[in-house]
């Protein structure tokens, strides 16, 4: 069905193609003369990082680009037949049965109003020309081969009854569903949880291996590309910086930007983190028996529907934080790890006793002036942490001001201090939040939390939404910051491998139970959870690149 | 606020707002006639040289009636929303806020105000109240109120739950700081849309009163009432319904296309960058 041809065939050809976008200050340059060639059988990683123009490309291939954009030169071929002089019925007929694209959340990119199935047949009907029961059995069919246990069942589903993966495999079924010559994958396991992520990535190679199917893999994510690719390219600013064999571009990186990259991920064998604590010390901070509960019942909800139960966000949870350590908190989306930064940080009501400096609070209420300044956080997003109405200064300077930190005329002063304290230029306090950049803004919270000399900074996912290169450089800030102030840290992540860099503890998460707690250097040791080690298996460790200089390591970006 | 006069429709807004502004402003002093003064020789004509937009039954001058009656038709627009605007952000920034049961018992009763149509309720108040240009006024922001409560408290509520604001909670702020500083100028950029779109609804609904003789009285110059006046003749020269209509029509547009790019451009990550 599909254009066959030899193993090695060039299936998508980009050469010299440039894109760029009409914007009220002027053309913004997306693409820069790029060139790339996913042949039959093989996959290419394309890696970048956010605003690399790595989507751009994805929806130039599929000729689906807004009004705004302007194809300044170049080609685009699949089979050596040229995209750009297609017309919109052709490019109609090609998407779906020739091209497919996988898109990074499978929640948002099926139709929640019909079923499982209706989607997948319609693609077949479309393209095909199945009829609707040939559709529907050839539906079936391929989701049977993307694992599912019973098709005939999840066919009938609408997608807020299937889970994340599950949804996921409908749609890597329905792009497979018509032997389309080129699949576009746009980060597709970025909104799954680690173990699905995991099933994912190796039910793709499964089905590519089958197929022989050419795919086009978009990911910021270095390892992972490691494990799908066979060739990757890397692109900065639009432009391809290396491309290559992924073997050797990993192992031996020849443009700095790829060495940069490639040394920003996390590598558990590589320790940043401050000196232990001593273990005998008394703890600082503890969490005791923390139960939360969400969508608590009024009592006419109880009686007329005693049996439903509600659903717990934290359940029995204890630990304790000691001066200066960095505690990390791990798990998977709802495991309950953000619910106790919220308790802890009294932003959610619980059940429990959470202990600080000898004194206890039994609730949320209870938590006075005095904890609430020892005790800061700062949340994953930048963009939404920073009020956008406030100059930096103003920002800095409110912890300053509400618990009495430095005399009025001094504030100005601490808040460069406080800039320079994370490495940022003093004359950012004039400016406004959205002329910062993401990784700048992290920086700015956390300076809003060290701003009030706490004894704990509660840090929930505070790398999760950053480029890995920023990640790895607010990671750093946050220990040196931690070896200057002698401030204990709860660091709460989704990512075992960075957490592993540098906390002292680690407890693990599973829905809101810890299940797990123990000393970083103990990870791999076998008396650990299943959990736990079912979590280590899905995140395998990328390869370092060969000639990794250590002086190079802390002059990252 | 120049980002605003980039789009086409801020520029037509902007044009129509600044002759209203114009005509309310000094339309008393530049109008060509005195507004009540009757021409008998002259009734019911179509723009002349004379007459640059024609006369009306008693012969008076139609231009000179427009710019006379521009400050109380705006004036009343504004003032209503104003009032409605002020009163239904008050109310919605206190459900929002306050949440539980407060937040209830404020939303259910607002939501049985909402079911009345907006001018059925005003038709309401004004036979409670009597009528005239006050009480038309207080009738219409009456029946602005829960509208804005609801969106103010909407606006409200997707602030609330932002990082910010958990930061400004987690920190132990005072909540009029956290109501004030955090959330209320994050949360004005819907209502100051509303209210700008509003404005042109106050003015059509004071034109209807005027209209339906529950508004202005004779012998204002009211735009609403203008029309009222002229229905009878509107046969005989379309223009004395037309002018006064096409005024109300002009203004109204007027507010609503600037409400929109005005919406576009409060967005701080636009307007500052440029």
């Known amino acids: 069905m599909s254009g066959a041809g030899e193993p090695g065939t060039p299936v998508l050809e980009v050469a010299s193609y440039s894109l760029s976008y009409r914007t009220p200050s002027g053309p913004l340059e997306a693409l820069k003369d790029v060139d790339l060639t996913v042949e039959r059988g093989h996959t290419l990683g394309l890696v970048g990082e956010s605003g690399s123009g790595k989507s751009s490309l994805a929806w130039s291939i599929m000729r689906y680009l807004p009004d705004n954009a302007v194809e300044n030169d170049g080609r685009l071929s699949l089979l050596g037949e040229d995209l750009r002089a297609c017309s919109p019925a052709e490019i109609l007929e090609i998407r779906g049965s020739r091209i497919a694209m996988v898109f990074q959340d499978p929640g948002t990119s099926l139709n929640p109003t019909l079923r499982l199935g209706e989607q997948l047949a319609e693609v077949l009907m479309r393209h095909q020309g199945l009829t609707q029961q040939q559709a529907w059995a050839e539906g079936e069919a391929a989701l049977a081969r993307t694992g599912i246990a019973r098709p005939a069942d999840m066919m009938r589903r609408f997608p807020h009854e299937a889970s994340g993966g599950e949804k996921q495999r409908v749609v890597i079924a329905t792009a497979f569903a018509c032997n389309p010559e080129l699949i576009v994958f746009d980060e597709p396991t970025t909104a799954l949880d680690t173990i699905t992520a995991q099933q994912i990535l190796e039910l793709f190679g499964r089905l590519r291996e089958e197929t022989g199917v050419a795919a086009l893999y978009i990911s910021h994510d270095l390892g992972l590309v490691s494990r799908v690719a066979q060739d990757v390219a890397v692109i900065n600013r639009g432009e391809i910086v290396e491309s290559g064999p992924c073997a050797e571009v990993f192992r031996a990186p020849r443009r700095p930007y790829t060495r940069a990259l490639l040394e920003a991920v996390p590598r558990p064998d590589q320790w940043l983190g401050t000196a232990p604590p001593d273990p005998a010390a008394p703890a600082l901070l503890t969490a005791e028996g923390i139960r939360v509960e969400y969508g608590a019942r009024s009592w006419l909800g109880r009686l007329l529907n005693p049996p439903a139960e509600a659903f717990l966000g934290a359940k029995d949870v204890g630990f304790a934080v000691r001066p200066g350590e960095l505690l990390g908190i791990v798990g998977e989306s709802g495991s309950g790890k953000s619910t106790m930064a919220k308790v802890l940080s009294g932003l959610q009501d619980f059940d429990g006793r959470v202990g600080f400096e000898g004194r206890g609070f039994q609730r949320r209420r209870a938590f006075d002036r005095a904890y609430r300044r020892a005790v800061q956080i700062v949340f994953q997003h930048p963009d939404a942490s920073l009020n956008p109405r406030q100059r930096i200064s103003e920002i800095l300077s409110r912890p300053l001001k509400l618990y009495d930190i430095v005399p009025p005329e001094r504030r100005a002063a601490r808040v460069g201090e406080l800039l320079e304290q994370v490495r940022l230029p003093a004359d950012f306090a004039g400016r406004y939040p959205h002329q910062l950049s993401g990784g700048e803004k992290q920086r700015v919270a956390i300076a809003r939390a060290f701003a009030a000399e706490p004894a704990v900074v509660i840090c929930d996912e505070i790398t999760a939404a950053l480029d890995v290169s920023v990640q790895a450089s607010v990671a750093r800030l946050l220990v040196d910051l931690q070896r200057e102030t002698g401030t204990a840290c709860v660091f709460i992540t989704h990512d075992l491998n960075l957490v592993r860099q540098l906390a002292h503890r680690i407890g693990v998460m599973n829905r809101g139970e810890l299940v797990d707690m123990f000393d970083t250097a103990e990870a791999d040791a076998p008396e650990r959870h299943p959990y736990t080690r079912a979590l280590l298996g899905a995140m395998p460790v990328p390869a370092a690149p060969e000639t990794t200089d250590p002086l190079k390591e802390r002059s990252l970006p | ?274």
């Open chain 2, 1 to 274: 606020m120049p980002e605003i006069l980039r789009s086409p429709t801020g520029i037509a807004g902007a044009v129509l707002l600044s002759l209203v502004a114009v005509a309310v402003l000094a339309g008393s002093f530049v109008a060509p006639y005195d507004p009540q003064a009757f021409h008998p020789a002259t009734r019911l004509t179509g723009p002349s040289a004379a007459h640059w937009l024609g006369t009306d039954q008693f012969g008076r001058d139609l231009l000179s009636r427009l710019l006379n009656g521009a400050p109380s038709t705006i004036g009343f627009g504004l003032g209503a929303t104003l009032l409605g605007v002020g009163a239904g952000t008050v109310i919605g920034v206190i459900a929002g806020t306050a949440g539980g049961w407060v937040d209830s018992v404020i939303m259910r009763v607002l939501d049985g105000l909402l079911a009345v149509p907006e001018l059925l309720f005003t038709l309401l108040i004004v036979t409670i109240l009597g009528g005239g240009m006050g009480q038309a006024m207080l009738a219409v922001a009456l029946a602005f109120t829960p509208g804005m409560a609801r969106i103010a408290r909407s606006s409200v509520l997707s602030i609330r739950t932002r990082e910010y604001v958990l930061a400004a909670v987690a920190r132990g702020e005072p909540g009029c700081y956290i109501v004030l500083r955090e959330v209320l100028p994050n949360a004005l950029g819907p209502i100051i849309v509303e209210a700008t779109i509003r404005v042109s609804f106050a003015i059509m609904i004071g034109a209807t009163l005027g209209f339906l003789g529950l508004g202005a009285q004779p012998p204002s110059t009211e735009w609403g009432l203008m029309v009222a006046e002229g229905r009878q003749f509107m046969f005989r020269n379309p223009w004395v319904v037309a002018v006064p209509g096409v005024a109300i029509a002009l203004a109204a547009l007027g507010f609503n296309l600037f409400g929109d790019a005005l919406r576009d451009s409060l967005d701080p990550r636009r307007s500052v960058r440029g």
